[in-house]
C-alpha cells in the first residue's frame, strides 16, 4: 500500500510552541497534500506540495517535502488552540486521481 | 456558498437493506470522490470519478456501487450493508486537474446492524 504513515499518533504542545507532524510515504508521487480535519467533521486542506519542490509556507505553516526519504513534515508555528485537530498527509500519484492518506496526528494544544 | 453536501448525515440500518447515500458539489467540479474513515486506518478511498460516466475503483471499492450521471452528483450505493461497512463515509470534489485539492463533505455516519 502507498498509503501514508504520519508520527506522531498524538501530540500535545502549550499554546505558543511549534507543532512538528511527520508522513512518510512508499511510492512515487506527483504532490503531497495536508489536510486538517476537526473532531469528527469533513478535512480541510491546508497546502499542496508539489514532488519538485523542497518547500512551501503559508501563513503560519511550513511544509517540506523530502523525495529521496520519501517524507514530508508539517510545522505549525505559534500555535494556538484553535489549532487542536487531527492533521492527515495525502499522497497523490501521477494520475492525479488516486489519493493516499495516513492515519493521522491528533494535535492537541492546550490554552 | 461553495459547498458539498451529503445526505443523510446518520444513519442505522440492518444487514441486507439497500441504501443510497448521496452527494452534491456545486462547484462544477469534474473530480469527486468517496473514502471511508474508520479508527486507526485514516481515510480509504472507495471510488473516485474523472467525469460524468466514469468511474473508477479507490483502495476498498468491494461492497460498493457509485454512479456519475450529472456532474453534480455522485451517490453512493450499498447493495446489501453488512456490519463491516459500519463506518463514517466522506464525500469529496476536486479540479481533476494536478492542483486537485480535495473539498470534502461532512461526513455520512454509517451503523450496519
Known amino acids: 500500500s502507498q498509503q501514508g504513515e504520519e508520527d506522531p499518533q498524538a501530540l500535545s504542545i502549550q499554546e505558543g510552541e511549534n507543532a512538528t507532524m511527520n508522513c512518510s510515504y512508499k511510492?512515487?508521487?506527483?504532490?503531497l497534500q495536508w489536510y486538517r480535519q476537526n473532531s469528527g467533521r469533513g478535512l480541510v486542506h491546508l497546502i499542496l506540495?508539489?514532488?519538485?519542490?523542497r518547500e512551501k509556507h503559508s501563513g503560519r505553516l511550513r511544509v517540506t517535502l523530502d523525495t529521496s526519504k520519501k517524507s514530508s513534515s508539517l510545522l505549525i508555528t505559534a500555535s494556538r488552540a484553535a489549532d487542536t485537530a487531527s492533521y492527515f498527509c495525502?499522497?497523490?500519484?501521477?494520475?492525479?486521481?488516486?489519493?493516499?492518506f495516513g492515519s493521522g496526528t491528533k494535535l492537541n494544544v492546550k490554552p | 456558498e461553495a459547498q458539498v453536501t451529503q445526505n443523510p448525515r446518520y444513519l442505522i440500518t440492518v444487514t441486507g437493506k439497500k441504501l443510497t447515500v448521496t452527494c452534491s458539489q456545486n462547484m462544477n467540479h469534474e473530480y469527486m470522490s468517496w473514502y471511508r474513515q474508520d479508527p486507526g486506518l485514516g481515510l480509504r478511498q472507495i471510488y473516485y470519478s474523472m467525469n460524468v460516466e466514469v468511474t473508477d475503483k479507490g483502495d476498498v471499492p468491494e461492497g460498493y456501487k457509485v454512479s456519475r450521471k450529472e456532474k453534480r452528483n455522485f451517490p453512493l450505493i450499498l447493495e446489501s450493508p453488512s456490519p463491516n461497512q459500519t463506518s463514517l463515509y466522506f464525500c469529496a470534489s476536486g479540479t481533476g486537474t494536478d492542483y486537485n485539492e480535495q473539498f470534502f463533505g461532512p461526513g455520512t455516519r454509517l451503523t450496519v446492524l
Open positions: 511510492t512515487s508521487i506527483n504532490n
Open positions: 495525502a499522497t497523490v500519484k501521477y494520475n492525479f486521481n488516486k489519493f493516499y
Open positions: 506540495i508539489r514532488s519538485n519542490e
